[in-house]
Every structure is written in C-alpha cells, then in structure tokens.
C-alpha cells in the first residue's frame, strides 16, 4: 500500500459512471509518493509546496469570518511539474451504493456482510501537441460486482434480505446522534 500523493482537478467537475461528483483523489503517478499534493489546472501541473513553519510564524494564514462560519486561509508557493504523459489517480464514490460480499464469518461488530465501494479511476494526459485529457478507466458497479464474482467472492443482490436489513441497520447507525462518554468521577 504505501505513500500516495493528493490530487486536485479545479478546472473540471469529474463524476462516478453513475453521475456522482467524486474528489479527493490519490495517486502513485510522481516519483516517489510522499503525501504531496499536485493541482491540476489545464495543461499545467503545480506541486504545492509544504508550510514547513512553525505555527508562531507568520507564514500567511489567517482566520476570516465569513457569515456564521469561520474560515482559515493560508497561502502555499507552488512549483511548476513537467505535464507531458499520463497521470492517473483513483477515489471511491461515495454516493453510490456499496456492492455488498457475504461473509463466511462475523466480521466486526458480528456484521456477516461486507461493504465494497466503487472504485473510480481516471487518467489524465498531457501533450505538447493537444489539450489536457481527462477520461475515467474504471466501471460501473455492475462491472464491479462481476469482477468480485468472477473472484469467488458471494456477492449479494440488492433485493435480498440480508442486504435489505444491513442498509438498514447501516442507515440507523448513521441517524443515531452521538453520544457524550460519560465517565464517573
């Protein structure tokens, strides 16, 4: 598994195939992954450059008060990175609804049922001789849940009532607020 880099599209909205708005990218395309981030903008590439100082310095950032919310902004340098070739960086939706995996036994919290997000992967590529190119490489969730199957993995339907029933003890979970540790004293 290992390191990995960030990467940011901000000139394009880039979606799951099933419509999704999907970021928080990571990617292994950079020499050696080191928790990095790279903004993508066009044809060009930017490494963003880590604050390194001490949070008594004054290294630019800043507390703004924007209607109710407050909101902290701090300035980076950034380096210009070679864009010819490819990138390809990957995220999950979180939109979409996990293919679900039977277990053979209980998993954590004696859940029998295993989530699997769908992956989505995209590559980009950069040439001197046409315009950046963004396309996504990954399917859909019915490819997904084939790819498990053909794997040996049970996967289950979205109708059975095992699924049914873990959507909706997840869904209730989800809904409960949360509560206070107490402690005695």
């Not at 928080?24 to 395309?29: A, I, L, N, R, V």
């Not at 981030?37 to 044809?43: N, Q, S």
């Not at 036994?105 to 992956?119: A, K, M, N």
């Amino acid at each position: 598994m290992g390191m990995y880099d960030y990467v940011v599209v901000l000139d394009e909205v880039l979606r799951c195939p099933h419509g999704h708005q999907v970021d928080g990218f990571q990617t292994k395309s950079f020499g050696e992954p080191s928790m990095d981030t790279y903004l993508v903008e066009g044809p060009r590439v930017h490494l963003v450059a880590r604050a390194g100082l001490d949070a008594g310095e004054d290294d630019g950032a800043r507390w703004q008060l924007e209607g109710n919310e407050a909101v902290y902004r701090r300035r980076h340098a950034v380096s210009s990175v070679a864009s010819s070739g490819e990138v390809v960086f990957y995220t999950t939706c979180h939109e979409c609804a996990p293919v679900l995996v039977r277990s053979d036994s209980p998993r954590i919290w004696g859940d029998l049922v295993d989530e699997r997000r769908l992956w989505v992967e995209f590559r980009a590529t950069f040439g001197a001789d046409r315009p950046r190119q963004i396309e996504r490489t990954s399917g859909t969730r019915d490819d997904l849940a084939t790819e498990l199957r053909e794997g040996g993995l049970r996967v289950m339907r979205d109708d059975e009532p095992l699924a049914i029933a873990h959507h909706e003890i997840r869904a209730a979970r989800n809904a409960m607020p949360s509560r206070p540790v107490r402690t005695r004293w």
